[in-house]
């Protein structure tokens, strides 16, 4: 896959190919023209070479402007398509790779890649590439030309072509420096800035805007000093190389003039290696800057391939088919950053068909068990089973597929009402979506909006309160009928008002026999689960029915003697 998505189609290389015969035909122009000045000088021009000269310029500039126009049509169209192939080869891969992944790494890692990184690849591909090679070419053509003129001159001229070699050399080591570190600047940018336009409600709520804007002005300036800094280490480097360059120039004239003055070189020769010297010193410094450029974009080259290289599910166990939906966790040890352990030695059963509550203090690794459970995250050891069948043997596609999560952190898409239910099950006919929406309490808000269940929510469902945002969620639990169902504190965060509606379209949703497994913020609302898992330190401390745990004068007999008070 990695060497598929950069291929080069046939298109594309017969456009490079064709942007260098146009350089090459640029070239021609000065054999035209060296014919002309011998002509002036022999004092043996007329009406008719005059004519001749002009209709040679004009089929090369013919050919050339035909040969362009197609090259680059060819190059920017060749370009999109080895573009597409990469975006298309990052959703794949992205479909492969763990879970947990999304969260270690930023998501504008991801987005960075897919849109920035991209982007500059198709600059090498589209413009760099052909432009590097033309040059090259030509630029030796040039020198070996010169050559045949005059020996010395000519060697100046292809010693200041060659310099290139420790200009480029010199340049590399400083992009390797400070290109890789602009880059991370950049996607440092792109997290900061997606992060702020995705929390701005959030951040004015908290009047944290000023706060915010600053860390995001932060990495901004960032990346500005870094793109200061690069630029400082690689101007010397061209500077030098181009004043190596016109000074072959001065060289080549002082040469040629000499030359003339002692009769061995003809005036027409001496005007055209100046010329030449000329030309080449403009076009060093121009293939000074594709080159460097071109070795900088290849750092998203590398950006991209590390992507498509990373480590895939090691999912063997494609036919995924629990019995039931008991969940068992078996001395599973967790945690997020090395060394900080989240679970340790957590074991207990969650049997098939029943409520079971979570509890515990903050951090104490609630959380963690339902993103253990969807397989968001994997244990560094034990195992976790959904009727006896191993959850880390399975794609995580297919573990989902029985699992249905009400979290507190509702993501919904710019659609309509009725295509964001739909998402939970494709085949779901009109009426299964509102017989759901009846069932979680949102057919009323629903049917008041302008178009109804046509009507389109804003991106992420920013047109819908927080309590019409769970309820949806619930919504697309109950139509997706999973045999297991994950509640993370849906009711957290909200009103009084939108907190009873969403815990009524919870209880329509726990009268299905399903195995549930709730995370809740209140001891009330788990007082009646089959079970309740007290967790403390990442440990399972105790676990059993509301009552024999109050009996029992344990952690969650504190918790609910604590809770009382509040009251």
Not at 26 to 53: E, K, P, T, Y
Not at 83 to 111: E, H, M, Q, V, W
Not at 191 to 217: D, F
Not at 334 to 348: D, I, N, Q, R, T
Request: overall charge neutral.
């Amino acid at each position: 896959m990695n060497q598929t998505a950069f291929k080069m189609g046939a298109k594309l290389k017969l456009s490079i190919a064709g942007v260098v015969i146009e350089g090459l035909l640029a070239g021609c122009n000065f054999l035209v023209l060296f014919q002309v000045l011998h002509l002036i000088f022999d004092r043996s021009i007329d009406f008719a070479d005059i004519l001749r000269a002009t209709g040679m310029l004009a089929l090369l500039f013919a050919l050339r402007l035909a040969l362009y126009i197609a090259a680059y049509t060819g190059n920017q169209t060749g370009g999109a398509d080895v573009s597409r192939n990469i975006r298309i080869a990052i959703g794949d891969k992205l479909k492969r790779i763990p879970l947990d992944l999304f969260t270690k790494n930023r998501t504008g890692f991801y987005i960075n890649a897919a849109t920035g990184e991209v982007g500059d690849y198709e600059q090498i591909l589209t413009h760099k590439t052909a432009d590097i090679t033309k040059y090259c070419i030509l630029l030796l053509m040039v020198g070996l030309y010169a050559c045949t003129l005059s020996l010395p001159i000519g060697l100046i001229i292809l010693t200041s072509i060659l310099l290139i070699i420790p200009a480029m050399a010199l340049s590399i080591r400083q992009i390797n420096i400070y290109g890789v570190r602009k880059n991370r600047a950049r996607e440092e940018n792109v997290s900061a800035i997606t992060e702020y336009l995705t929390g701005s409600q959030t951040l004015r709520s908290y009047a944290l805007v000023g706060t915010k804007n600053e860390s995001v002005t932060e990495a901004m300036r960032e990346y500005s000093n870094v793109s200061y800094e690069y630029e400082k280490a690689i101007l010397p480097i061209g500077f030098g190389f181009n004043f190596c360059s016109y000074l072959a120039l001065a060289a080549a004239m002082v040469l040629s003039v000499q030359g003339w003055l002692s009769h061995t070189l003809e005036p027409a020769t001496v005007i055209l290696l100046i010329m030449l010297s000329i030309f080449v010193a403009r076009l060093n410094l121009t293939l000074f800057i594709d080159l460097t450029a071109y070795r900088n974009l290849l750092i998203s080259k590398k950006k991209i391939s590390g992507i498509l290289a990373e480590e895939e599910e090691q999912a063997e166990d494609t036919s995924f088919a629990p019995k039931s939906a008991k969940i068992q966790f078996k001395d599973v040890n967790f945690s997020y950053v090395e060394g900080e352990p989240v679970l340790k030695e957590a074991s207990f059963t969650i049997p098939p068909c029943s409520l079971t509550a979570i509890v515990g203090d903050s951090g104490a690794g609630k959380s963690t068990i339902l993103n253990l459970i969807s397989k968001y995250y994997s244990p560094q050891r034990g195992s976790i089973t959904i009727g006896s069948c191993d959850i880390a043997n399975a794609p995580s596609g297919q573990v989902l597929s029985y699992i249905s999560l009400v979290d507190q952190d509702v993501f919904l898409f710019n659609d309509t009402v009725r295509n964001n239910i739909r998402y939970a099950r494709s085949s779901a006919t009109d009426e299964d979506i509102e017989e759901a929406c009846r069932l979680a309490n949102c057919d009323g808000f629903i049917r008041a909006m302008e178009k109804g269940y046509d009507t389109e929510i804003g991106e992420n469902g920013n047109r819908l309160s927080g309590g019409e945002r769970q309820r949806l969620s619930v919504a697309q639990a109950i139509l997706k009928d999973s045999p297991i169902i994950l509640l993370d504190e849906a009711t957290a965060s909200l009103d009084i008002e939108n907190e009873l509606l969403v815990k009524q379209a919870v209880t329509n949703l726990l009268k299905a026999d399903k195995t549930i497994v709730m995370i809740a913020h209140t001891l009330p609302i788990v007082k009646h689960a089959d079970r309740i898992l007290v967790l403390d330190g990442g440990r399972v401390a105790e676990w059993g029915t509301h009552d024999g745990l109050v009996a029992s004068g344990g952690k969650y007999a504190s918790m609910w003697a604590a809770s009382q008070t509040l009251k």
